[in-house]
């Protein structure tokens, strides 16, 4: 289920960015946090083109375990359905 990215996904931005930074450029690390003020505000700008990817599974549905399993949490709720969103690793 995609749904248009908002303000309370921003932290989420940023943690994934982070984490690609840390992975894949971690000699970028320090210029990337000494920008962050100008990355926040070019998110926050761009929201309206972003999507959020959330798994969606029916709260009695037994596989729920295994996304929990997995290292998805939920984030809330659709009808009968539990939304979940896998969290990046922490900073």
């Known amino acids: 289920m995609t749904r248009p990215g908002t303000e309370v996904d921003l932290p989420l931005l940023e943690e994934a ?15 990337w946090t ?11 700008e761009n929201l309206a083109r972003t999507t959020v990817l959330e ?3 029916h709260r009695d549905n ?3 375990a295994l ?3 997995a290292g998805f949490v939920p984030v809330g709720e659709d009808g009968d359905s ?3 969103r896998r969290p990046t690793a922490s900073a």
């Open 82 to 84: 539990l939304l979940f």
């Open 62 to 64: 037994p596989a729920r």
């Open 34 to 44: 000494a920008a962050l003020d100008r990355n926040r505000a070019l998110w926050r």
């Open 55 to 57: 798994v969606g599974v």
């Open 17 to 31: 960015e982070r984490a690609y930074v840390r992975d894949v450029e971690p000699g970028q690390e320090a210029a």
């Open 67 to 69: 996304y929990e399993v």
